[in-house]
């Protein structure tokens, strides 16, 4: 059964305004990590921002923020002021319990910003 | 710092060949995972280790093979390559199952069985 889904496919923003990429997950673990991941067109996989399950402030780092409603299952990402250089795949993970090295990931939302 | 270090970058294999896939990384991180991405599609685990002698399967196991004997190493083996094993690997390696430790990366292996 998929664990995480991403509704959205492909999403668009004009430069310097924000823009939310959607994720819901599913888990009856307790205990669980939630990530978000970059994947420019390069092709490398850069590690964005997580959210633990029982963290209870929303992340932030720099410019991205994970907008986190447990009680809906949703793990939003939110970047502020895109810039030209954010035009990427954007994939949303989940890591259930506490096995790092085994994570869930969804198919991923194309994001293009437009100048 | 290398990080994550996967080679070769590019394969092309025929049906039925074998190879291995190598993956370094010099973090000392416990945890490695094997990844395959198929396009348009997000990733998805083949093998993966919480430490050097232990590894277990992931979601799509088949046809391949894992061992870690050191820390840094963790090859991936395809037993005898099948066109449905075209595909972009990816090894990862994260430092702790506590927190906020994301993985690191790997620049991705692109194989193609013909």
């Known amino acids: 059964a998929q664990k995480i889904t991403q509704t959205q496919p492909g999403m668009f923003v004009q430069e310097k305004e924000a823009v939310t990429l959607d994720c819901t997950y599913d888990?009856?673990?307790?205990?669980?990590?939630l990530f978000w991941y970059k994947q420019p067109s390069s092709g490398e996989m850069i590690f964005l921002i997580y959210?633990?399950?029982?963290?209870?402030q929303n992340a932030t780092e720099g410019r991205y923020s994970l907008n986190f409603q447990k009680a809906r299952k949703s793990a939003n990402l939110v970047i502020s002021a895109s810039q030209l250089g954010d035009s990427a795949m954007y994939f949303c993970?989940?890591?259930?319990?506490?096995?790092?090295?085994?994570?869930?990931f969804g198919d991923g939302t194309t994001l293009t910003v437009k100048p | 710092n290398a990080g994550v270090t996967q080679t070769p970058k590019f394969q092309v294999l025929k049906t039925g060949q074998s190879m291995t896939l190598q993956c370094a990384q010099d973090?000392?991180?416990?945890?490695m995972s094997w990844y395959r991405q198929d396009p348009g599609m997000g990733l998805r685990l083949i093998h993966y280790?919480?430490?050097?002698?232990?590894?277990d399967q992931g979601e799509v196991p088949n046809g391949y093979n894992v061992s870690r004997s050191t820390t840094e190493d963790f090859p991936l083996r395809l037993l005898s390559a099948a066109p449905s094993q075209t595909s972009v690997y990816f090894c990862?390696?994260?430092?702790?199952?506590?927190?906020?430790?994301?993985?690191?990366f790997g620049s991705g292996t692109r194989l193609t069985v013909v």
């Open positions: 973090m000392n991180h416990e945890y």
């Open positions: 888990t009856s673990d307790p205990s669980y990590g």
């Open positions: 990862a390696s994260s430092y702790s199952m506590a927190a906020n430790y994301g993985y690191t």
């Open positions: 959210q633990g399950s029982y963290d209870q």
């Open positions: 993970a989940m890591r259930e319990g506490s096995v790092a090295g085994k994570s869930t």
């Open positions: 280790s919480v430490g050097a002698g232990i590894t």
